[in-house]
């Protein structure tokens, strides 16, 4: 019998603890920034049916860049390739028990089948922000501002990122009057950019896109715009839209060549390390008390030499280790390492080690 291969499937991304901890970091910066813009979260099932896609997109598309497929009841459902259907299939269903105007955001794994290149996966999770019912220019400016905030909070520079705002089915006074808006809240990093038209013909109004200027990686990292018919698809009467989408991949492509990404920290804060086999009994309650005070604690069990353990701890990156021996019981003081700096505290068990926890914390959103 052949080995099976240890590859992914080709596209998609398997996610190791150091590769999940940029992607859970990306998507706190996407979800604080967002929320603290008034948008709230939604989401649906990956599984669509097909036709809302080739009534959108047209078959020809549908059947060369989606996974289709038919179920065991004879229905054509499709790997969802964008949000916005789905999204809009759901505002259709419920628009009269709806309250507008509605921020609505999610962050989705999307299928395409198509070739993969640099900043482009045949599996990736994108940010979808919509803000559904005004039909003034406020709209536009709020979701730009929304974008521009989510980059500034990654660490960006107005001098990294290029806005590029078109109007094509408006004219230059229309554009202008954007810029202008814009001007006025502080962003100043705009240029009008003609050729722009964004890949989807259900945009109504302005489009914009945020380059990175950086020529290692000259490229559109978010786009989106005005799309007042997103919900005509189902039958239902015109529905103002402003809204974009950020993908994970090209988030996290500007984050590296920019040197923004952030330090890998692991989750656990402390390696309990057991010298002796007598203790273990004991080392259950040590951990489960660490644990309940706040702090995320593994315990190393495999009874190896102590230097080994903390060759191990180290490795894993986890910052603290406690030696748990006969005589740490008995005195209730327990030796607390920092493994980065070398220094060595001892504490109490009663007392609750804030100056080691309060070092760790946070460490989703800081670099």
């Known amino acids: 019998m052949s080995k099976l291969s240890t590859d992914s499937y080709k596209g998609v991304r398997d996610f190791y603890p150091e590769d999940q901890f940029i992607q859970n970091y990306i998507n706190a910066i996407w979800r604080t920034t967002v929320e603290r813009f008034g948008y709230e979260e939604y989401g649906a099932s990956i ?8 009534e959108k997109s047209g078959e020809q598309i549908v059947n060369e860049q989606t996974f289709t497929f ?14 916005t259907p ?10 009269r028990e709806l309250g507008f105007p509605l921020r609505w955001y999610s962050i989705p794994n999307l299928f395409r ?23 003034g220019i406020e709209a ?16 960006a520079k107005d001098e990294d990122l290029e806005i590029r ?24 990093n705009t240029k009008i950019d003609k050729t722009l038209a964004r890949g989807q013909a259900y945009y109504t109004g302005a489009v914009f896109e945020f380059f990175d200027t950086n020529p290692e990686n000259n490229r559109s990292i978010l786009g989106g715009g005005r799309y007042d018919n997103l919900t005509s698809l189902f039958g239902d009467s015109e529905l103002p839209a402003v809204g974009f989408g950020c993908g994970d991949v090209t988030t996290r492509d500007f984050l590296e060549t920019h040197k923004l990404l952030p330090e890998y920290r692991p989750s656990t804060m402390i390696a309990v390390l057991p010298t002796e086999e007598k203790v273990l009994g004991e080392v259950w309650k040590v951990a489960m008390s660490l644990r309940m005070s706040g702090y995320n604690v593994s315990v190393d069990w495999s009874m190896k030499k102590l230097g080994d353990m903390i060759k191990n701890a180290d490795k894993l990156h986890i910052p603290f280790v406690m030696v748990v ?9 327990f030796k607390v390492k920092n493994l980065k700096t070398g220094e060595e505290k001892e504490v109490n068990f009663e007392e609750k080690p804030h100056e080691h926890k309060h070092k760790h914390e946070g460490h989703d959103h800081n670099h």
Do not use: C
């Open 47 to 54: 599984l669509e049916h097909t036709e809302i896609y080739t």
């Open 325 to 333: 021996g006969e005589d740490e019981l008995k005195s209730k003081k």
């Open 140 to 155: 536009e400016v709020e979701v730009i501002q929304l974008a521009y905030q989510i980059m500034r909070n990654f660490g």
């Open 165 to 188: 705002l078109n109007y094509p089915t408006g004219t230059d006074s229309d554009l202008e009057k954007l810029m202008d808006k814009l001007r006025e809240i502080g962003i100043t």
């Open 70 to 83: 038919t179920d065991r009841g004879g229905r054509s459902v499709t790997l969802r390739p964008e949000m």
């Open 86 to 95: 789905s999204v809009a299939r759901m505002l259709a269903h419920k628009r």
């Open 113 to 135: 089948y198509e070739a993969t290149q640099r900043g482009r996966l045949r599996e990736h999770w994108q940010l979808n922000a919509d803000l559904f019912g005004l039909s």
